[in-house]
Structures are given as C-alpha cells and as structure tokens.
C-alpha cells in the first residue's frame, strides 16, 4: 500500500487547510484510515480516525469541534479538514492505514504515508 498525504502549508491563527491522503495498491474502502501529528520534539499523536465505511469517526480532544475526517472510497481517498487552526496545530501530519480495527494508537497502523507539513502562524 502506498500513501500519498498532501495539502500543507503555511496559514495564520484562524484560518483553514484540507489535507488529503491518496491510496494505491490495496483495496482501500477495507480499511480504517487515521490522520496522525508529530511536532518537533514531540511523539507522534492521534489527530483523528475514520473507519472503513465511514459512518464511524473519533478525534483527540484537542481537535474535536475543529477538525473533520472524511473519506471518498471511489476516490481511495480520505481527507482532513482543519478549521480555527492554532499555532499549536503546527506540526507534520501522516496519514496511515491498519488492517485491524480502528485505533488511536499508531503502532497499529501498518502504513503510512511520507507526511505534509502544517504551520500555523499567530
């Protein structure tokens, strides 16, 4: 499985970004998909999840309310819309992909992709 995350960049306190994270290689719409954050100096942390047929998503506290995952399976493509963006929302996000249950941890995901970098200015 390969996975394409894009749709970073640069954007001030308040404003909005889209990421989004293109599957190949595997049957996509099997699967839970998650979106996870590593800030520097910081480990990796649960940022959202959605399970195969999307009708089942789950954020961090921190997100919730702001945040909304979503997932097209025609398109093997899941997305990350990020609205009120913090300064401390700025870190490199990953998308990745477990063939169990869905999960908040990521050692249960099997793959992932390469990242796409969110700054957040104040």
């Known amino acids: 499985v390969q996975l394409q995350a894009c749709g970073g960049g640069l954007v001030q306190a308040g404003g909005c970004l889209r990421l989004?994270?293109?599957?190949?290689?595997?049957?996509?719409?099997?699967?839970?998909m998650g979106w996870f954050r590593q800030a520097p100096g910081k480990e990796r942390e649960f940022v959202a999840a959605?399970?195969?047929?999307?009708?089942?998503?789950y954020y961090a506290d921190s997100v919730k309310g702001r945040f909304t995952v979503s997932r097209d399976n025609a398109k093997n493509t899941v997305y990350l819309q990020m609205n009120s963006l913090k300064p401390e929302d700025t870190a490199v996000y990953y998308c990745a992909l477990t063939q169990d249950w869905v999960s908040t941890t990521p050692r249960r995901y099997e793959y992932w992709g390469q990242g796409t970098v969110v700054t957040v200015s104040s």
């Open positions: 989004s994270c293109a599957a190949s290689g595997r049957t996509f719409s099997s699967y839970a």
């Open positions: 959605i399970t195969w047929s999307g009708t089942s998503t």
